[in-house]
């Protein structure tokens, strides 16, 4: 069915053998009223999404103007990672809520032979503690208090990043790639009503003259929608950059000015120009795991996204083989009259949501920068290990699940009760040759920290941290460290046939701490149930973090909800604003190999192809 290209068998890379530790078996997970609410507020369902079809390749964003940049490198003959850096390029002015040169990237690349990821991570400044989020009575900051300002600021990581996949993959120019978003900053370009939103939702934007200049009017009131955004400042930054490579923002004159908006702010950080100039990419080794007769390969730590997917598909494949009664295959969506137009069944609910809980349980607890901290990877998506986490889902949900004890643990941590607000961006490419590209990109939470410096945001990553360094005598894995990068929950994800190796799709999603729960739901939509991408996105988001059993708002009918709750499940109905973008191989009318492509109807992305 799929176009042929030949994968070469990457598997999870040979861990030490190392003696198991007593782990704490208390529940990991945070109370229902703590887990955060999405990180950007909803904006609407589109309904008049259809699945986008190509023959030769496609790209789509978040935001129509980056899928427009990324089809333009590739009608010019450029591959999927130049089609990347285009659109993030673009989404840095039209998406600045959600990424940008001031934050940090994940990537996940084919290159028709093999699949390699690329970490853009941001680190923790050399001058950062473990206490940096704990108030002088020991207890954590709330959360806005942490985030705004210079104290959550990591070293951005995104164009070191890029510039890494662009120096093994990229075949335009890199000035060449810049040239859509420098264009658009300096020519301008019409806010949307996405944006308009966010700004207008934003009460710490007040604090922050930069972005009060650039997005309010004089009066204090939010830029109407339609108003032409002009930023010459980004266009010469991006002019810089373009010429002189990352250089031009991790030293210099740029680089200064970032440190010194941290630095000076009334809630300072230590970043500091070594910070900047210090900050390296990392290419590691990507997790691909077998589910069902695909193969699916994401991100390793300092993701869980890559683990809790795995184990997430695992424990469903592992409960599958126990009782054929339990094969999504036979569970496939019904119709509904909703705006989705579409309703997974209660039995399917029930059992992805139990296999979440069992997944988030782990990520909570072991899930960290493996740089710093063994994190057991082998281990927790070992097929045996994942039998035994299925074993313990029924036809009851069990509320809140603890943590395992998969083999290869080195040391016992205390489970991290600090959940996860990201705002994030998603961009997807296929090119002429087949190789494709999923990034997930980010500034943590919806304008990042606020500090606006030349035009661009800057990230409050370092927030992605645990805000309590130790629990009962125990660290927690994810706690603040110099140079360590934040656990993340982003899931870029591309999938293969796992027979002959053929590129199928490739996938991802923003969404915070809920990411996870939309690549799983999306991917077993495209696997399990047959579903053309669009489809497959447009699926009502549910799941669980462990707490309640989240439906979106507004997507599930009364008889599934009941149907839940007589399982056993605590139902909150909330807005659950993914961003994913789909490609997946198929075959065309003629029997050719072609593309198809959806967006997310929850926000203003768009699938484009040629």
């Given amino acids: 069915m799929f176009a042929t290209f030949r994968l070469n068998r990457y598997r999870l890379s040979a861990l030490s053998l190392i003696a198991s530790g007593l782990i704490l078996a208390a529940c990991n997970a945070p109370p229902a009223s703590t887990l955060p609410i999405a990180p950007e507020n909803a904006s609407g369902f589109r309904t008049d999404l259809q699945t986008r079809h190509a023959a030769k390749h496609m790209a789509a964003a978040a935001n129509p103007l980056a899928a427009e940049a990324g089809r333009a490198m590739l009608r010019q003959g450029g591959s999927a990672i130049d089609a990347a850096i285009a659109m993030q390029a673009v989404l840095t002015l039209v998406e600045p809520q959600s990424s940008g040169i001031g934050g940090g990237a994940l990537i996940v690349l084919w290159d028709g032979k093999r699949v390699r990821t690329f970490d853009g991570r941001e680190t923790a400044p050399a001058g950062a503690t473990e206490n940096l989020f704990l108030q002088a009575d020991g207890t954590p900051m709330p959360f806005t208090q942490a985030q705004i300002g210079g104290r959550s600021v990591g070293t951005p990581g995104v164009l070191r990043a890029l510039e890494l996949a662009h120096q093994k993959h990229g075949r335009l120019p890199w000035a060449q790639l810049f040239e859509p978003a420098i264009t658009l900053a300096e020519q301008g370009f019409p806010i949307s009503p996405r944006l308009h939103l966010l700004i207008a939702a934003d009460s710490s934007m007040r604090n922050s003259p930069e972005m009060m200049a650039y997005f309010r009017n004089a009066d204090g009131s939010p830029k109407a929608v339609g108003t032409r955004l002009k930023n010459p400042a980004l266009a010469a930054v991006f002019k810089r950059i373009a010429q002189e490579g990352p250089d031009a923002f991790y030293t210099g004159a740029v680089a200064e000015e970032i440190v ?18 210090g900050y390296s990419a990392k290419e590691r080794a990507p997790l691909c795991t077998d589910y069902k007769r695909w193969q699916v390969c994401g991100m390793p730590p ?16 592992a409960l599958e083989s126990r009782d054929p009664r339990f094969a999504l295959a036979s569970l496939k969506p019904l119709k509904s009259t909703a705006p989705a137009g579409i309703e997974p069944t209660p039995q399917a609910v029930h059992l992805i949501a139990e296999a979440e809980r069992l997944a988030y349980a782990d990520r909570a607890q072991y899930v960290a920068d493996s740089d710093f901290v063994p994190v057991p990877v082998k281990g927790l998506v070992d097929p045996t290990y994942l039998a035994s986490r299925a074993a313990l889902i029924g036809e009851r949900s069990m509320g809140m699940a603890k943590p395992g004890t998969p083999p290869g643990i080195q040391v016992a941590y205390a489970p991290d009760r600090s959940p996860l607000r990201i705002s994030t961006s998603q961009v997807v490419a296929v090119d002429d040759r087949g190789d494709a590209v999923s990034m997930t990109t980010t500034v943590e939470s919806a304008f990042g920290s606020h500090l606006m410096v030349q035009g661009f945001m800057l990230n409050n990553q370092l927030t992605d941290f645990s805000f309590i360094p130790e629990e009962n005598g125990q660290k927690v894995a994810n706690r603040v460290e110099p140079g360590k990068r934040p656990r993340s929950s982003m899931a870029p994800t591309l999938i293969f046939d796992r027979q002959n190796g053929e590129f199928l799709a490739t996938l991802g999603s923003p969404g915070g701490s809920q990411i996870i729960e939309y690549v799983a739901k999306s991917t077993i939509g495209l696997l399990d149930w047959q579903l053309d991408p669009q489809t497959a996105i447009n699926l009502p988001n549910f799941g669980s973090r462990n707490g309640p059993t989240e439906l979106e708002q507004g997507q599930f009918s009364a008889e599934t909800i009941q149907a839940l709750k007589d399982k056993g499940h605590s139902v909150n109905e909330i807005d659950m604003t993914s961003g994913t973008q789909a490609i997946v191989r198929v075959k065309d009318a003629q029997g050719n190999a072609a593309l198809a492509g959806g967006a997310d109807p929850r926000r203003e992305g768009e699938a484009l192809g040629d």
């Fill in 260 to 277: 010194a908006k941290v630095q000076g702010h009334a809630n300072p950080g230590s970043l500091s120009l070594s910070d900047l100039s």
């Fill in 302 to 317: 300092p993701s869980s996204g890559g683990i809790a997917v795995a184990q997430i598909l695992g424990t469903l494949q």
